[in-house]
């Protein structure tokens, strides 16, 4: 069952079956459950767009277990799924300053390298996220955005390309106010918008604050 719900899970979770994965994950024995951060991380992310404080202590204990482990991949999906978690809460940014060290570990020139480009993608876009709300004046914040350009258009999955798309948008929309045009990747014109999105926790579609 546990190498079932791994296979499984991310679909399972775009598809709104929260409930039923939880309770997969949960009828496991606690050990096993205990031993395999990934269960931990599936089922945060199965509840943190739903139930948002169910989900997201299970996502930060996922977070230090793959931290422990030095499983990067692992850091770089928890940190985006707990950042995307407080961006469609929209309630309180302020617990989001915990996380802008990881972030500057997770993507440090020593860590990054190891890291494959959709869970840098993931992470990058969730960093610029992190950034607009806590520390807009910081000047990684034009260089995240150079990079998350760069893997938009390398990336195959259009769910990725999307998602982090929306968040370029969003940071030329409100930081730049349309100036850095150059930024708008050349992939959003091949998606035409006209995929087949998912469901809440894949797409953050562009809105505004202004």
Do not use: H
């Amino acid at each position: 069952m546990r190498e079932l719900i791994r296979a499984n899970a991310l679909e399972w979770a775009r598809q709104g079956c929260a409930q039923a994965l939880s309770d997969w994950i949960e009828a496991l024995p606690k050990p096993m459950r205990d031993a395999d951060p990934w269960l931990e991380y599936w089922f945060g992310r199965a509840w943190i767009f739903v139930q948002p404080q169910r989900g997201r202590p299970a996502l930060e204990r996922a977070y230090e277990a793959f931290r422990v482990a030095r499983d990067l991949r692992g850091q770089a999906l928890a940190l985006n799924t707990i950042v995307t978690g407080s961006y469609y809460e929209w309630a309180n940014f302020a617990p989001l300053d915990r996380w802008l060290p990881e972030f500057e570990r997770v993507l440090g020139p020593r860590c990054v390298a190891e890291l494959d480009s959709e869970s840098e993608l993931r992470a990058r876009a969730a960093f610029l996220i992190a950034l607009l709300f806590r520390k807009r004046e910081d000047p990684q914040l034009g260089v995240c955005a150079a990079r998350l350009n760069e893997l938009i258009d390398q990336e195959p999955d259009v769910n990725a390309r999307v998602m982090a798309a929306s968040t370029l948008f969003n940071y030329l929309n409100w930081q730049t106010k349309g100036d850095s045009g150059a930024l708008v990747p050349r992939s959003c014109d091949s998606m035409r918008w006209s995929a087949v999105f998912r469901p809440l926790g894949e797409w953050t579609g562009p809105i505004s604050i202004n």
